[in-house]
Nanobody
Framework: QVQLVESGGGLVQPGGSLRLSCAASRNIASLYAMGWYRRAPGKQRELVATFINGARTNYTDSVKGRFTISRDNAKNTVYLQMNSLKPEDTAVYYC??????????WGQGTQVTVSS
């Protein structure tokens, strides 16, 4: 089991920045994967950025060059730095942790709204 607590969402103007945090209840260095997904209104949940097998990262094309995923193993926390935010980034952002490909856990989600 992994409990995940997200924070850092909010309302920001287009072009602005936010940093999301996801604190895990266990050692994240041992996880198969950990990262961020989002669900925009009327759309399916999609991968945003994730670590796989430790150091390898994977980003969805629409956020490459704008978002950066990072981690602090000592704090069991993963971050998502989001820059140059666009209205289409508006969504509920979910933290995800996988002990293995068959064992996946989700946070409660944090709302990110990009609007002027």
């Amino acid at each position: 089991q992994v409990q995940l607590v997200e924070s850092g969402g909010g309302l920001v103007q287009p072009g602005g920045s936010l940093r999301l945090s996801c604190a895990a209840s266990r050692n994240i260095a041992s996880l198969y994967a950990m990262g961020w997904y989002r669900r925009a209104p009327g759309k399916q949940r999609e991968l945003v950025a994730t670590f796989i097998n430790g150091a390898r990262t994977n980003y969805t094309d629409s956020v490459k060059g704008r978002f950066t995923i990072s981690r602090d193993n000592a704090k069991n926390t993963v971050y998502l730095q989001m820059n140059s935010l666009k209205p289409e980034d508006t969504a509920v952002y979910y933290c995800n942790a996988q002990i293995s490909r068959a064992a996946s856990f989700w946070g409660q989600g944090t709302q990110v709204t990009v609007s002027s």
